[in-house]
Nanobody, 119 residues
């Protein structure tokens, strides 16, 4: 069974930084893509950033230049470095991964981690 475990959320002041991590474990053959969505209360879930197996990245326009996604392929882990955070970045961040495993290919989600940007 594939599992994604997130860490790194918390409370930070505007202009501050946080780094989220997402570690995949289980009977993993390969990971096609990883990334994060976020969902604020009363709003739809939106894509924040993604990274493919080849290292191509994509970002929401609202976070370009401030957030950077990366992967450690040896650890099946993705990272989201979040700089110059704004109050509007406050949300629950959900890691996702498209994984090929012993169970086949599927989409998996982390448990979510709260990011709060406030003074």
């Amino acid at each position: 069974q594939v599992q994604l475990v997130e860490s790194g959320g918390g409370l930070v002041q505007p202009g501050g930084s946080l780094r989220l991590s997402c570690a995949a474990s289980g009977s993993i053959f390969s990971i096609n893509a990883m990334g994060w969505y976020r969902q604020a209360p009363g709003k739809q879930r939106e894509l924040v950033a993604g990274i493919t197996s080849g290292g191509s990245t994509n970002y929401a326009d609202s976070v370009k230049g401030r957030l950077t996604i990366s992967r450690d392929y040896t650890k099946n882990t993705a990272y989201l470095q979040m700089n110059s955070l704004k109050p509007e970045d406050t949300s629950v961040y959900y890691c996702y991964a498209i994984v090929r495993s012993a169970e086949g290919t599927g989409n998996y989600w982390g448990q979510g981690t709260q990011v709060t940007v406030s003074s």
